[in-house]
């Protein structure tokens, strides 16, 4: 039993006394007690690959910072990692992979995880379910397939990802090819982080905005999609960052909720999709303003969304030197707000 399911009710469109509010980026990022646990150890990726650690910094905000739910501490690229690249996480620096995809063989050596290449995140969600003891729910995640696809194809992070849109004009084909096997992974993924018990789960399609309205609806809603159907009644956040030109195409899908940036004004969506949960959407970089004009922002925001049907957060993950305090102060606000 949960004690505090607002965010369940919430996404499954029931009345609620006020918004949940939860950060991306909440868990490893700005708390000084995560910089402590993550200097400690050899790197990143032994926090994730150890539960019982991913699992007591995923709780971390929860005690600190009192968000309404509680998001796995992991990363999106553990799914190309389970389908045969590795990844390495470089200090300072970010995500690099050794070996990425070149030619046609080098898709078709790539397996579909299976979901059992990744026990250590189920027994992160199982134990941080036990230390939670049901104060808040726990969020999946997963990358969307094609922000994934950019990853394996660029190697690392980019601004444009050029090399993975040319892969998109250059071969199709293959392009759809990958992003099949890509979603059918990600789908055994999320099917075994719901066995292990996470309440929600949210997909990010972190460089969604790098394309157009067309590619987008070739090579990204259909696996998006997929991914809702597949998951059944276990409610769904898509956060598609930069992509307004796919917005109509976002809220009709399945998905229980979309995630809007900073730059989206939430009234033009709540006119045409009423029923729809939206999630957002304040600037992280509002939270290097005062006090004063933090408490101030976070209302009109509020109000901006009307009295249903919200889910508060960023309009992307909070950055790493934003003062948690802050962050506090935005979750408080919006926990004094009643409908
Ligand atoms: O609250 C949390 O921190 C939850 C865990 C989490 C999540 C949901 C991490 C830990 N990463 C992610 C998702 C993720 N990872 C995304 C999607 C969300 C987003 O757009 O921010 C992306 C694009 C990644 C890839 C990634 N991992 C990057 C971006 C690099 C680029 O291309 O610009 C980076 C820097 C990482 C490393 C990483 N992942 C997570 C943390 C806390 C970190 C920082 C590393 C560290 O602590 O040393």
């Known amino acids: 039993m949960l004690k505090n399911d607002l965010i369940v009710r919430t996404i499954k469109g029931e009345t609620v006394e006020r918004p949940p ?12 007690e995560y910089l402590e646990i993550r200097r400690s150890l050899s790197g990143f ?14 709780v971390q905000p929860v005690d600190i910072l009192g968000v309404d739910a509680a998001i796995i501490f992991s990363d999106i690229l553990v799914i190309p990692e389970a389908m045969g690249l590795p990844y390495e996480m470089v200090e300072g620096r970010g995500p690099f992979f050794p070996e990425t995809v070149k030619s046609s063989s080098d898709v078709e050596k790539l397996s579909i995880a299976e979901g059992k290449e990744l026990t250590y995140v189920y027994d992160a969600i199982r134990h941080t379910r036990n230390t939670l003891d049901g104060r ?14 950019c990853y394996m194809i660029e190697g690392k992070g980019s601004k444009t990802f050029n090399n993975a849109r040319r892969w998109l004009h250059a071969e199709p ?20 982080q719901a066995s292990a018990g996470v ?17 987008y609806r070739e090579f990204c809603i259909p696996y998006l ?3 809702a159907e597949a998951m059944g009644e276990l409610p769904g956040i898509v956060f598609a960052k930069g992509a307004h030109f796919a917005m109509r195409d976002l809220l009709s899908t399945s998905y229980r909720a979309v995630g809007l940036d900073w730059t989206m004004e939430p009234q033009q969506y709540r006119e045409s999709f009423p029923d729809k949960v939206l999630q957002g ?3 992280p970089c509002t939270l290097y303003a005062s006090e004063e004009v933090v408490v101030e922002r976070t209302k009109e925001m509020l109000s901006k969304f009307g009295s249903s049907n919200h889910i508060v957060n960023l ?25």
């Open 21 to 32: 509010v939860w950060v991306m980026r909440q868990a490893g990022r700005i708390l000084p």
């Open 45 to 58: 990726k032994e926090l994730v690959t150890t539960p019982e650690l991913a699992a007591e910094v995923t």
């Open 136 to 149: 808040v729910p726990v969020i999946g995640f997963a990358g969307a397939p094609f922000t994934i696809l």
């Open 173 to 192: 084909e293959l392009s759809h090819k990958l992003l099949d096997k890509i979603t059918e992974s990600t789908i055994n993924y999320l099917k075994a």
């Open 199 to 215: 309440s929600l789960y949210q997909v990010f399609d972190s460089w969604a905005g790098v394309l157009s309205e067309a590619l």
């Open 225 to 227: 999609e997929r991914i």
């Open 281 to 283: 959407n304040f600037d």
């Open 315 to 339: 309009g992307h993950g909070v950055y790493p030197d934003t003062d948690w305090r802050k962050v506090k102060l935005f979750i408080d606000t919006v926990k004094a707000h009643n409908y």
